[in-house]
């Protein structure tokens, strides 16, 4: 007996992806075992017809409030973190074109013309209808603001129905750090509310409240489990959600 295909729940989503992602085992930098592993779980995804939009980290690479706290100008520290996250779309992109056959587009917040489109809303929204991954690089193009506000903000100009947050061996939202507390439960609805009075720790409370004002539900998962994103995609309970509860 044939085996039923899959089919997603959704049309169009956003899935933010951490630098640590990139570094795999390591401890900083990238491991390019890690980022083939991604760029597989991304085309299973690309394969039944989800539209993907993509949010890239650069912390395996630089952290600018970390620099900040050593003394050098956050500004400054930001826009070359904001070009780290550049070179981890490069390498995705490359990974997802050469190694999954996925057709890709990187879309920077800041002009870099000889690698990478600028971003326009429209040119996004446009890759995503012809079936292209679209990697928005640079955050938002702003010091001060972190990656997790540019997959808040992205997903909601290009109409993602969800924003979906992968995780590295975090298989979810938890009441505390369970890599500290042994008695931390794991959550699998948690409200915006909640997550914001209770610090949660799911991203920053900037991308949370405007996540919260509209509307826009996020999915927190283990990303390293195989197959964890199709299953979610496909509407399986995976990981944990925060929304309206």
């Not at 010091?143 to 100009?157: G, K, Q, V």
């Not at 975090?170 to 369970?178: I, K, R």
């Not at 826009?216 to 964890?228: A, N, R």
């Amino acid at each position: 007996m044939k085996s039923q295909t899959p089919t997603s729940k959704y049309k169009r989503i956003l899935l933010k992806l951490s630098g640590a992602s990139f570094k795999g085992d390591q401890d900083y930098g990238i491991d390019p075992r890690a980022v083939s592993y991604i760029s597989g779980e991304i085309k299973k995804i690309v394969q039944l017809g989800v539209e993907v939009g993509v949010v890239v980290g650069g912390g395996n690479i630089w952290r600018g409030s970390e620099a900040s706290v050593e003394g050098m100008e956050r500004a400054v520290a930001d826009y070359v973190g904001m070009l780290a996250t550049v070179m981890n779309s490069m390498i995705l992109q490359s990974t997802l074109e050469n190694f999954a056959d996925v057709d890709t587009r990187v879309l920077s917040a800041i002009d870099i013309r000889q690698i990478s489109e600028t971003y326009i809303r429209r040119r996004a929204i446009r890759h995503l209808e012809k079936g292209r991954v679209v990697i928005f690089a640079a955050g938002i193009g702003n010091p001060y603001m972190t990656t997790d506000t540019a997959s808040a903000l992205r997903a909601i100009e290009i109409d993602s129905q969800v924003l979906i947050m992968a995780k590295y061996n975090v298989d979810g939202v938890y009441s505390s750090d369970p890599n500290k507390n042994p008695d931390a439960k794991k959550l699998s609805h948690v409200s915006y509310m909640q997550a914001l009075n209770d610090g949660l720790n799911i991203m920053d409370s900037t991308a949370l409240s405007l996540c919260m004002e509209n509307n826009l539900p996020i999915l927190v998962f283990d990303l390293f489990v195989e197959d964890s994103l199709l299953k979610l995609v496909c509407g399986e309970d995976v990981g944990s959600i925060i929304g309206t509860v």
